[in-house]
């Protein structure tokens, strides 16, 4: 990846879609290390960073920790933006709420950066959308905004993170206890909703007959769990 970085032709033009945690599809994420080696890349060589972030809070269920790549970036003084998701972690799935966030670098033009931005954006959403869906946005508005329910979405998200781990553990056991062959490291070693399994299209295309049983009873070990 620092390859390939290092490679890309320089310029603040030059786009990374970096995904800020819970990586989709491989459930890896780089290291806090990795991450510093990567925003030092993007900074000598005046890359873009457009963060997607989908999943915070779902990797380590902090909401805080989850946010370290975006939290150094900013700190470095790297002009990024951020296109976040609430779809997954306040289970607004098909309400389409979310929010763009530009982060200006700090100088004396940050605050006309900034306004130049939100005028291109109010024109698009105008001429693209027009009327965009409120329902979401106030519910996440709310959480957002009030202490009380933002406490209580913080212990959610530890919750389900927590199941996450717990399913992911419970699923390695039964392959290992079952002598699948293959190495099974890799569930408990990546984190979020989503995993690299590495199994061919063979294997995949079994699985699809036969997961409902597979799931069913890792569920039982869960709620038994
Ligand atoms: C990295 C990533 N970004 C964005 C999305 C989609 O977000 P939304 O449903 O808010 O458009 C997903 C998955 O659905 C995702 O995995």
């Not at 960073?49 to 920790?65: I, K, N, V, W």
């Not at 996440?140 to 905004?145: D, E, G, K, P, V």
Request: charge should be neutral.
């Amino acid at each position: 990846m620092t390859r390939t970085l290092n490679s890309a032709p320089k310029g603040n033009s030059n786009i990374v879609v970096l995904h800020g945690c819970a990586h989709n599809p491989t459930g890896v994420d780089p290291t806090d290390d990795e991450w510093k080696e990567m925003a030092k890349i993007m900074k000598s060589n005046d890359l873009f960073p457009f963060f997607d972030c989908a999943y915070q809070g779902f990797a380590t269920g902090y909401l805080s920790q989850d946010n370290f790549a975006v939290r150094y970036f900013v700190e470095q003084g790297i002009q990024l933006v951020i296109a976040q998701s609430f779809a997954k972690n306040l289970g607004l799935y098909g309400e389409r709420a979310g929010a763009f966030h530009l982060v200006a670098s700090p100088g004396p033009g940050a605050s006309s950066t900034v306004d130049r931005v939100a005028s291109q954006l109010s024109i698009l959403q105008r001429s693209e959308i027009s009327s965009p869906p409120i329902y979401g946005a106030q519910i996440a508005s709310i959480i957002l905004n009030d202490p009380r329910p933002f406490i209580e979405w913080e212990a959610d998200l530890l919750t389900i993170c927590g199941l996450i781990k717990k399913m992911r553990k419970c699923l390695k056991e039964e392959l290992d206890r079952l002598q699948t062959p293959g190495t099974w490291g890799h569930i408990v070693n990546q984190i979020g909703m989503l995993s690299f399994t590495g199994l061919s299209p063979a294997q995949v295309l079994e699985l699809r007959e036969k997961c409902l049983c597979i799931w069913l009873k890792l569920e039982g070990s869960v709620l038994r769990a």
